[in-house]
C-alpha cells in the first residue's frame, strides 16, 4: 500500500546545529506539504512543494528550508536550530488533481535544548 | 484573508450522547472543507470532506457534517460516541489554485474526552 513516512519519529538536538527531518511518500504525488503543530495554534504550513525543483514558502518558514530532488521526496532543514523550533512536525502529500486531500505522515516530535 | 474558528477548545461528552463540534470559516470563495482527526500520537486522518453538491457530507466512523453558507460553517456531527472517539479534531479550509487543494489552513483543534 502506498504510504507517506517520516524520519525520526523523535529528535533531541541542541541550539545552533542543523537538523534535516525525512519525509517520503510512495503514492507518486506531485504535492508535498510540511507543517509544525503547537498547542494553541493548530497546524501551520511551513514549506510546500508541487513538484521537482518546485518549493514555495508558507506562512512560518523562517529558519526552515526544503529541497526537492525527486518526486518521493521532501526533506525538511532547519538551518541553526532554536528552542522556539521545539515542536510536532507533520509531513503531508497530495496528488494536486481537483478535489485532492492531503494525506499526512506520522510526525516527527522535534525538541530543542 | 482565510481563517478557521474552532470555538471549542475542549469538550467532554458522556459514551452514546450525541456530538456536534463546531467549525466556523472565512474564505473569499465557495470554500474546501475538510474534517481531519488526530488520535493522540498519531498523524490526522480525514474523516470527511465537502467540495460542491449535497451540503450534509457522510464520512467513516459514522461522523457527517453540514456546509451552511449563511452562517460559513462546517459543524462536525455523530449520533453516538465511541469511546473510541476520543481524539483531537481538526477543521480545515482548502486554499484552492487551478480547482486543486493548494494548502490547507486549520483551525486550533477541539479536543473531544469520552465519560464512560
Known amino acids: 500500500d502506498a504510504e507517506i513516512t517520516q524520519s525520526p519519529r523523535h529528535k533531541i538536538t541542541e541550539t545552533g546545529r542543523q537538523v534535516t527531518l525525512a519525509c517520503h511518500q510512495t503514492?507518486?504525488?506531485?504535492?508535498m506539504f510540511w507543517y509544525r503543530q503547537d498547542l494553541g495554534h493548530g497546524l501551520r504550513l511551513i514549506h510546500y512543494?508541487?513538484?521537482?525543483?518546485?518549493?514555495n514558502k508558507g506562512e512560518v518558514s523562517d529558519g526552515y528550508s526544503v529541497s526537492r530532488s525527486n518526486t518521493e521526496d521532501l526533506p525538511l532543514t532547519l538551518e541553526s536550530a532554536a528552542s522556539s523550533q521545539t515542536s510536532v512536525y507533520f509531513c503531508?502529500?497530495?496528488?494536486?488533481?481537483?478535489?485532492?486531500?492531503?494525506?499526512f505522515g506520522p510526525g516527527t516530535r522535534l525538541t530543542v535544548l | 484573508a482565510q481563517s478557521v474558528t474552532q470555538p471549542d477548545i475542549h469538550i467532554t461528552v458522556s459514551e452514546g450522547a450525541s456530538l456536534e463540534l463546531r467549525c466556523n470559516y472565512s474564505y473569499g470563495a465557495t470554500p474546501y472543507l475538510f474534517w481531519y482527526v488526530q488520535s493522540p500520537g498519531q498523524g490526522l486522518q480525514l474523516l470527511l470532506k465537502y467540495f460542491s453538491g449535497d451540503t450534509l457530507v457522510q464520512g467513516i466512523k459514522g461522523f457527517e457534517a453540514e456546509f451552511k453558507r449563511s452562517q460559513s460553517s462546517f459543524n462536525l456531527r455523530k449520533p453516538s460516541v465511541h469511546w473510541s472517539d476520543a481524539a483531537e479534531y481538526f477543521c480545515a479550509v482548502g486554499d484552492m489554485v487551478g480547482g486543486a487543494t493548494n494548502k490547507l489552513i486549520f483551525g486550533t483543534g477541539t479536543l473531544l474526552a469520552v465519560q464512560p
Open positions: 503514492w507518486n504525488h506531485n504535492n
Open positions: 503531508a502529500s497530495s496528488d494536486g488533481l481537483a478535489g485532492d486531500t492531503q494525506y
Open positions: 512543494s508541487y513538484g521537482v525543483q518546485d518549493t
